[in-house]
Antibody, heavy 120, light 107 residues
Framework: QVQLQESGPGLVKPSETLSLTCTVSGVSVSSGSFYWNWIRQPPGKGLEWIGFIYYIRDTNYNPSLKRRVTISADTSKNQFSLKLNSVTAADTGVYYC????????????WGQGALVTVSS | EIVLTQSPVFQSVTPKEKVTITCRASQSIGGSLHWYQQKPGQSPKVLIKYASQSTSGVPSRFSGSGSGTDFTLTINGLEVEDAAAYYCHQSDRFPYTFGQGTRLEIK
């Protein structure tokens, strides 16, 4: 059974870097079968795809965030991570890690979500 | 970027009612459209994959249809537990995008 769990600071100051980690169990993050994604949801609003990593180092980012985003993987800990720099209040929200099969684009596996607030 | 427009944005409905939510894509996405249900404080859960395919464990009252640019999620015989937000999502082209959501309130 595949499970995902987000972790990281819940409060980040404006202009600093938001860092979150997703710990995966039940499958290896180095598996070529899965794309590992980050998705976010501002309070009371809809879902926004941030990007994904696959085959450990190949990435694809949302152009709207590409200049500020880095997604990486740590196979020794079976984790993948999100870094979003130069944050503002508009980056406040719940951040989800999620996985989908390489052969299908829908998300079956989700973390429970991590609320990140950008505030001084 | 493919824009997905859902309607309605909000609907107040009574149990046993039939509910229809539509999702329109700004360009053709074939059948690469998926539907999710999100209850307050929870992660989204996939209901329908590839426009019309059911997913494991989802009640049969949920169904989907459509292709190209116009898609529909139907709930036949709404139940109280269906109070939630519903999102469509396209995986045809990058960046992946979601509809703005439809919130269902049970009267």
């Amino acid at each position: 059974q595949v499970q995902l769990q987000e972790s990281g600071p819940g409060l980040v100051k404006p202009s600093e870097t938001l860092s979150l980690t997703c710990t995966v169990s039940g499958v290896s993050v180095s598996s070529g079968s899965f794309y590992w994604n980050w998705i976010r949801q501002p309070p009371g609003k809809g879902l926004e795809w941030i990007g994904f990593i696959y085959y450990i180092r190949d990435t694809n980012y949302n152009p709207s965030l590409k200049r500020r985003v880095t997604i990486s993987a740590d196979t020794s800990k079976n984790q993948f991570s999100l870094k979003l720099n130069s944050v503002t209040a508009a980056d406040t929200g719940v951040y989800y890690c999620a996985g989908h099969l390489k052969t299908s684009g829908y998300y079956v596996h989700w973390g429970q979500g991590a609320l990140v607030t950008v505030s001084s | 970027e493919i824009v997905l427009t859902q309607s309605p944005v909000f609907q107040s409905v009574t149990p046993k009612e039939k509910v229809t939510i539509t999702c329109r894509a700004s360009q053709s996405i074939g059948g690469s459209l998926h539907w999710y249900q999100q209850k307050p404080g929870q992660s989204p859960k996939v209901l329908i994959k590839y426009a019309s395919q059911s997913t494991s464990g989802v009640p049969s009252r949920f169904s989907g249809s459509g292709s190209g640019t116009d898609f529909t999620l139907t709930i036949n015989g709404l139940e109280v537990e269906d109070a939630a937000a519903y999102y469509c999502h396209q995986s045809d082209r990058f960046p992946y995008t979601f509809g703005q959501g439809t919130r269902l309130e049970i009267k």
